[in-house]
């Protein structure tokens, strides 16, 4: 059972990362990781100033040491010269516990400008790295971009394209469709012709009204044709005409016969 959860968690695993990569565009992680880098380097100029920012309190306070130093030193002189022995001992004891603050202070401030300089010097570098990541970034981008709008120029010309690939299926649809509906007009005009269907209004022809329309077709051909003799200087076939005219009965059936009789006479 553990095998198998961990065939499924691989597979899922492997799934996850196969659609991660299709949705992940490399300018956006460059430039996401160009805002990181400027994340980084913000926060290191910010140690740097919370640290020059300690730095010159100390030497305030350093300062501030020597002016009271420098002042007890004044009161013990003056004491002295006005016989108090007893207050220019005590304004040189506090003169040496101020002194000794000042020592203390200067070990610190000597640490704190070590710290800085480090400090600097690291942001220095942090920002030559993040200045050159940034140029990389935009060529790579540039590349990336160039490369994707040559594939798609040259995918269009392809047709490979998801696009295109599109337009070619409507297009054969269309076709497929066109031609189905041309094949189904033409069945429909052989059915209709045929007899086989009713027209368009409804109406229903028989047998009899079907060949008396044949022979009336007949019957056109045939003046149109004595007209084109008459035209060339031929004489027109009138029996031929008039059998053709004829209806088509079982008793009219031989007459046609007689006018061939004749011409073969």
Known sequence: MAGLFKRMTAIFKAKASSAIDKAEDPRQTLDYSY????????????GVADVATSRKRLELQMQGLQTQV???????????????EDLAREALTRRAALQQQQADLQ?????????????????????????????????????????????KINEAFSGISEEFS????????????????????????????????????????????????RLSSSAAVDAELDRLKSEIGAAPDTPQIAASAAPATPAAQPAPAQPQAEEQA
């Open 35 to 46: 805002e990181k880098q400027l994340e980084l380097l913000q926060k290191v100029r910010r």
């Open 70 to 84: 420098d002042k007890l030193e004044s009161q013990g002189r003056q004491a002295l010269a006005a016989g108090r």
């Open 107 to 151: 070990t610190q401030l000597v640490q704190l400008q070590s710290e800085e300089e480090k400090l600097v010097s690291a942001q220095q570098r942090l920002a030559a790295k993040v200045e050159a990541f940034r140029t990389r970034k935009e060529t790579i981008k540039a590349t990336y971009t160039a490369a994707e709008a040559q594939t």
């Open 166 to 213: 599109d337009v070619g299926l409507a297009v054969q649809r269309a076709e497929d469709k066109t031609a189905q509906m041309q094949a189904r007009a033409g069945a429909i005009d052989e059915l209709i012709a045929s007899g086989a269907l009713t027209d368009s209004s409804g109406t229903t022809k028989d047998d009899i009204t079907v060949e008396l329309e």
